[in-house]
């Protein structure tokens, strides 16, 4: 059994811990409320963009010279890879990068094999890690974090954007954790570009559909909404890992404050038996001390 002096020493680290975790589960509230409010609000509009461009899903279809949709066959795929600066958030990064590399083996395995898998890594923990693999690395940007917004979002959406378009990849894919709500975060991994055309159900007599008229044209308006889709697309993703990382460091820190909070309990108890017993032994040896006298 470890001596008092030791248990006190425990107790005393294991209570610095817990106002540490404490706090920052407080500083990662607070947070979260911001970053939750953000993306509640943008979803509704970003969904509803979505659901106009599907609705122009044959206007795509006709433009079969559509860079957006049709990709230039150049053997190559970019994945950008979204994790976090700070750590402390569980599973938060080291799932995107399991995520990252099980993509890279299994459905992208032909275009690695030949060297035909790029990463594109947005936060620091996910750019520390891959830095020390052999894996080709085109850009990292951690700095987005610090200031983030629909700008500096775009700004660096326009830069993917532009790899597809040039003709350097032929597929680029976005690899982040869904906000679901404190607790929940979906690992997601979703095609950027080239665009997806979704297929219409079809339509069902019991309901009526609005026929639109467009003005300008439905071509026209693809080409203005695609690029607009797209960075918003990229900034809800942002968005929702933002939000993702707050709650996974809020749900981690709060776990770490109650684990902390029994091990100071367990401690206590050992400090008490220990203390207990040291207390046992002095009066056994007095009453030893004073039957050697008396006898």
């Not at 963009?49 to 559509?66: F, H, R, T």
């Not at 994945?79 to 299994?106: A, D, E, P, Q």
């Not at 009526?208 to 044209?217: A, C, G, N, Q």
Request: aromatic residues 8%; glycine residues 4%; charged residues 25%.
């Amino acid at each position: 059994m470890a001596n008092l002096k030791e248990i006190r020493t425990r107790i005393a680290s294991v209570t610095s811990t817990r106002q540490i975790t404490s706090a920052m589960k407080m500083v990662s509230a607070a947070k979260f409320k911001r970053a939750q409010d953000a993306i509640v609000e943008l979803r509704p509009y970003a969904n509803h963009l979505q659901s106009v461009l599907s609705s122009l899903g044959d206007a795509l279809k006709a433009d079969e010279e559509n860079v957006y949709v049709n990709a230039k066959e150049t053997g190559k795929v970019l994945l950008v890879v979204v994790t976090s600066n700070r750590g402390l958030c569980g599973g938060f990064n080291s799932n995107v990068v399991k995520k990252t590399l099980s993509l890279i083996n299994n459905e992208f395995a032909p275009y690695s094999k030949k060297n035909g898998v790029d990463l594109f890594l947005i936060g620091k923990k996910g750019s520390d890690f891959f830095k020390k693999t052999d894996r080709n690395i085109v850009g990292i940007h951690n700095e987005i974090f610090a200031d983030l917004n629909h700008a500096s979002a775009s700004k660096l959406a326009s830069e993917i954007i532009e790899k597809f378009l040039s003709g350097e990849y032929n597929r680029i894919e976005i690899v982040y954790n869904q906000f679901k709500n404190a607790a929940v975060q979906i690992l997601t991994n979703e095609q950027f570009l080239p665009i997806k055309i979704e297929e219409k159900e079809e339509k069902s007599s019991m309901h009526t559909f609005t026929d639109y008229i467009f003005e300008p044209t439905k071509e026209y308006l693809v080409k203005v909404l695609i690029p607009k889709s797209l960075k918003l697309q990229f900034f809800k993703a942002v968005l929702d890992s933002v939000a993702s990382e707050h709650g996974a460091r809020m749900t981690a820190m709060h776990k770490a404050t109650d684990n902390a909070t029994e091990m100071i309990k367990d401690l206590k108890l050992e400090y008490n038996k220990a203390r207990q017993a040291s207390i046992t032994n002095e009066i056994l040896e007095i009453v030893s001390g004073a039957n050697a006298l008396e006898g």
